[in-house]
């Protein structure tokens, strides 16, 4: 079945770095764009950016330029989210989502990761 | 970008009633809004794409209407299983965004 299977829960400092991984199965890794998404505790839904599995170009949020790199490996059909200068406000559940359509974009989302929850504390 | 507001924020029903959620858009978004649903602990579910389509395996009761700046969730008959946070998401323009939530409470 189609599923997106994320990384586990991790801890950081401030300032340090975070890497999250997306591993997408059941379909053409290709063919469907990818997106993170993140939530604050108790907060609502933020998006943070778009990959495109295919070239590996990107698109992001514009309060995230400069501190977010998403990048793809085709080989493992494994997407990433890197979020450098960890604040607290970052400490969150980040989760990836694929979009309904291949061919749409952006789009509503169908298939979510089951969310990773990053910890930013001294 | 496009500001997605939702009401109320919170709603207190009884199981069998009638539930109507909200969500304005500070910019015309034709038919370009989906509507979630989110249980504590897991990740949002795709109601309703492109205002009202339901999508794959959702229940007839959840019906999504509007286009514009206005729509409307209406769930015609609340299972205990909807007490949940339901989010609209608007795809019209970059960036992506989403409302703030409208918190459906069991009464």
């Known amino acids: 079945q189609v599923q997106l299977v994320q990384s586990g829960a991790e801890v950081k400092k401030p300032g340090a770095s975070v890497k999250v991984s997306c591993k997408a199965s059941?379909?053409?890794?290709?063919?469907?764009?990818l997106h993170w998404v993140r939530q604050a505790p108790g907060q609502g839904l933020e998006w943070m950016g778009i990959?495109?599995?295919?070239?590996?170009?990107?698109n992001y949020a514009q309060k995230f330029q400069g501190r977010v790199t998403m990048t793809r490996d085709t080989s493992t059909s494994t997407v990433y989210m890197e979020v450098s200068s960890l604040r607290s406000e970052d400490t969150a559940v980040y989760y990836c989502?694929?979009?309904?359509?291949?061919?749409?974009?952006?789009?509503?989302?169908?298939?979510w990761g089951q969310g990773t929850m990053v910890t930013v504390s001294s | 970008e496009i500001v997605l507001t939702q009401s109320p924020a919170t709603l207190s029903l009884s199981p069998g009633e009638r539930a109507t959620l909200s969500c304005r858009a500070s910019r015309s978004l034709s038919s370009y809004l989906a509507w979630y649903q989110q249980k504590p602990g897991q990740a949002p579910r795709l109601l309703i794409n492109?205002?009202?389509n339901r999508a794959t395996g959702i229940p007839a009761r959840f019906s999504g209407s509007g286009s514009g700046t206005d729509f409307t969730l209406t769930i015609s008959s609340l299972e205990p299983e909807d007490f949940a946070v339901y989010y609209c998401q608007q795809r019209s323009n970059w960036p992506i965004t989403f409302g703030q939530g409208t918190r459906l409470e069991m009464k």
């Open positions: 492109d205002a009202s």
């Open positions: 059941g379909y053409p890794f290709t063919s469907y764009y």
């Open positions: 990959i495109n599995p295919s070239a590996g170009t990107t």
């Open positions: 989502a694929r979009p309904l359509r291949p061919a749409i974009t952006p789009d509503a989302f169908d298939i």
